[in-house]
């Protein structure tokens, strides 16, 4: 069964700028969160979409958000880019909600210069 | 303020003893907890979980302990391996299937000796 995919991998973007971000969870699996991870912070949740609905948000500005299509994909989009958004933004999907056991992609690197 | 600590950034084993792993949460409400091994340039993997009804749970060579009136949770690998050398990240749940995004440590670099 193929894992979780995530593109692009890599992403360079200036301040001011948006960004769309794209993850494609395990078949089968309707859970996706989105975690931004970076070196003074480590993993942090962003938000969990299970069935097209937004059931959890993390403690980020409204600048991040994201959504679920029926085939279960998520987009997470991150508006009026700053230098501190710069970080490997992680999707995980997972059979049930938030709680089971969450499968990770490999993460998009995202530079703000 | 810090739910999920883990206060060893590092750890150095000699290949084939013991690897223990710490993990300590403040947050009374979690209740499911698990481990991930990460490795440069990848997304983390899920390694081992354990329910706060249960003290212990083995996986072939890995343990996770449970002590809730210390909340504490440690991961054991026994025998270490070369393979095992990676960043471990403990994450916490307030209750499994809830509405609670997953709360992670900070990750312990473990790096196995030959």
């Known amino acids: 069964k193929a894992g979780v995919t995530q593109t692009p991998r890599y992403l360079i973007k200036t301040r001011g700028q948006q960004v769309t971000l794209s993850c494609s969870p395990i078949?089968?699996?309707?859970?996706v969160s989105w975690y931004q991870q970076t070196p003074g912070q480590g993993l942090q949740f962003l938000f969990e979409?299970?069935?097209?609905?937004?059931?959890n948000k993390g403690n980020f500005p409204g600048r991040f958000s994201g959504r679920q299509f029926s085939n279960s994909r998520s987009e997470m989009n991150v508006s009026t880019l700053e230098l501190g958004d710069s970080a490997l933004y992680l999707c995980?999907?997972?059979?049930?909600?938030?709680?089971?056991?969450?499968?990770f992609g490999p993460g998009t690197r995202l530079t703000v210069t | 303020d810090q739910q999920v600590k883990q206060n060893s950034p590092s750890l150095s084993v000699q290949e084939g003893r013991i690897s223990i792993l710490n993990c300590d949460y403040t947050?009374?409400?979690?209740?499911?907890f698990l481990w991930y091994k990460k490795y440069p340039a990848e997304g983390p993997t899920f390694l081992i979980s354990?329910?706060?009804?249960?003290d212990k749970n083995e996986d072939g060579r890995f343990t996770v302990f449970l002590n809730k009136s210390a909340k504490h949770l440690s991961l054991h690998i026994v025998p270490s391996q070369p393979g095992d050398s990676a960043v471990y990240f403990c994450?916490?749940?307030?209750?499994?299937?809830?509405?609670?995004?997953?709360?992670f440590g900070k990750g312990t670099h473990l790096i196995i000796q030959p």
């Open positions: 994450a916490a749940s307030a209750k499994r299937g809830g509405a609670d995004g997953l709360t």
């Open positions: 979409y299970f069935s097209e609905t937004q059931r």
């Open positions: 947050n009374s409400m979690f209740d499911y």
């Open positions: 995980a999907s997972s059979l049930a909600p938030t709680g089971a056991e969450q499968y």
């Open positions: 354990i329910s706060s009804i249960k």
């Open positions: 078949s089968g699996h309707r859970s």
